[in-house]
T-cell receptor, first 114, second 112 residues
Framework: DAGITQSPRHKVTETGTPVTLRCHQT?????MYWYRQDPGHGLRLIHY???????DKGEVSDGYSVSRSKTEDFLLTLESATSSQTSVYFC?????????????FGPGTRLTVT | ELKVEQNPLFLSMQEGKNYTIYCNYS?????LYWYRQDPGKSLESLFV?????AVKQEGRLMASLDTKARLSTLHITAAVHDLSATYFC????????????FGKGTKLSVKP
């Protein structure tokens, strides 16, 4: 494993409530990413970060916000969860000088919005 | 808009047989990745292909990249049951750092 943890690993929440997912890395990688995985869609990029306080939108960013106040932590927030945000969320990291630019994935968080 | 298409999406193979999974993409990119995912698990990096003509092999799997044809292949040789998994290709958007567009995945089932 690449030293990536996600918390919580499972969460059930109600429509309209705020939810924050955490990704923590111990590898000092510069880049961090949030994806969602849904049947029939593969993985889709939500947001990514290229440094502390530097973030940008991905393919499916509507309804999500992110923050990165420390190198090791990348938070994904659903301001008001909807049933369409029921999914498995993966965090990934990359960006160590001299190494291939592949991404290493965390274990995932299964989120159910009822 | 970059699109990535894998085919087939489902593949049932007998042990010992060979097969190829195809990954086509719609715009210029020199970086392509292959990942494996077991049911209920995370994604595991298999291959990183960084230039036209790149070929990588690991065990019974071999991946190649043709950037001019915008095509990557993942070839399976003499399949075994342990290769049963879902395989994803992902293409990096040109000029970005790690903005990947994933294919929908190929679910491979290897049967005795």
């Amino acid at each position: 494993d690449a030293g990536i943890t996600q918390s919580p690993r499972h969460k059930v929440t109600e429509t309209g409530t705020p939810v924050t997912l955490r990704c923590h890395q111990t590898e000092n990688h510069r880049y961090m990413y949030w994806y969602r995985q849904d049947p029939g869609h593969g993985l889709r990029l939500i947001h990514y970060s290229y440094g502390v306080k530097d973030t940008d939108k991905g393919e499916v960013s509507d309804g999500y916000s992110v923050s990165r106040s420390k190198t090791e932590d990348f938070l994904l927030t659903l301001e008001s969860a909807t049933s369409s945000q029921t999914s498995v969320y993966f965090c990934a990291i990359s960006g160590v000088a001299g190494l291939p630019p592949e991404q290493y994935f965390g274990p995932g968080t299964r989120l159910t919005v009822t | 808009e970059l699109k990535v298409e894998q085919n087939p999406l489902f593949l049932s193979m007998q042990e010992g047989k060979n097969y190829t999974i195809y990954c086509n993409y719609s715009t210029t990119s020199d970086r392509l990745y292959w990942y494996r995912q077991d049911p209920g698990k995370s994604l595991e990096s298999l291959f990183v292909l960084l230039s036209n003509g790149a070929v990588k092999q690991e065990g019974r799997l071999m991946a190649s990249l043709d950037t001019k044809a915008r095509l990557s292949t993942l070839h399976i040789t003499a399949a075994v049951h342990d290769l049963s998994a879902t395989y994803f290709c992902a293409v990096e958007i040109g000029g970005s750092q790690g903005n990947l567009i994933f294919g929908k995945g190929t679910k491979l089932s290897v049967k005795p």
